[in-house]
């Protein structure tokens, strides 16, 4: 810590602006980097952020320039790191697989490919469970605003929905109601649980 502290303010604010461009980036997936690839993320963010502030904040007083240029490249690198987070990976895997250079979704797993793209909606989702029951949750019949949105999925696997449906390993269908007399109810599926996922979407842009 004592030797960041004495590298020159500039480097400072590179790396520290950097660092949170990255987190922003690669939230959920930064753990699975490795050291040199987090660096190297590090410094393009922070490189990135800072020379734009740099030529944005040229023509002002320099006086000036060093107290805008911490919070700007702030500013910057949160939306740089944010666009990359929904836009970057996506596209430069459509552009590899576009030309035959990777089959490979560029995703730290399938799972996450599938919960990661923006532009489609789930409507339904479908949990078989590894003791052969069915947990359903019609997510376009749920109310808007409820906590941790309508599902929360991680990238390990596990799920939290509102359940509307559950059939037992032996048909028996049992229906539920998500939300009664002001409260929520919120079920928590553990990978460990979990034997198949069935997800219904639809394009949010087409309707489709």
């Known amino acids: 810590m004592n030797e960041l502290l004495e590298l020159p303010l500039q ?3 590179t790396l520290v602006v950097g660092y ?3 987190k922003v980036g690669s939230i959920g997936v930064s753990e699975k980097h490795k ?3 987090v660096l190297l993320q590090v410094l393009v963010f922070g490189v990135i952020a800072t ?3 740099t030529n944005l904040i040229s023509k002002l007083p320099l006086s000036n320039q060093k107290i805008i ?3 700007l490249s702030l500013v910057l690198v949160f939306a740089i790191g944010a666009l990359w987070r929904r836009f970057g990976n996506l596209s430069v895997a459509f552009v590899l697989r576009k030309f035959g250079v990777t089959r490979e ?3 730290p797993s399938t799972w996450e490919a599938i919960i990661n793209l923006p532009k489609y909606t789930w409507s339904n989702v479908s949990i078989r469970t590894v003791d052969g029951e069915y947990l359903e ?3 376009s019949t749920l109310p808007s605003g409820l906590p941790n949105s309508q599902i929360d999925v991680d990238e390990n696997g596990n799920v939290a929905m509102y359940l509307t449906r559950r059939i037992d390993a032996d048909g028996n269908e049992t229906a539920y109601e998500p939300v009664e007399e002001g ?3 919120i079920t928590y599926i553990p990978v460990s649980r979990i034997d198949r996922v069935t997800v219904t979407r639809f394009n949010a842009a087409s309707g489709e």
């Open 69 to 71: 240029m911490p919070f």
């Open 137 to 139: 949750s019609f997510l």
């Open 51 to 53: 020379s734009l502030t």
């Open 11 to 13: 480097l400072q604010i």
């Open 35 to 37: 050291t040199l690839d």
């Open 105 to 107: 979704n560029l995703q």
């Open 183 to 185: 409260s929520s109810h």
């Open 20 to 22: 949170i461009g990255y």
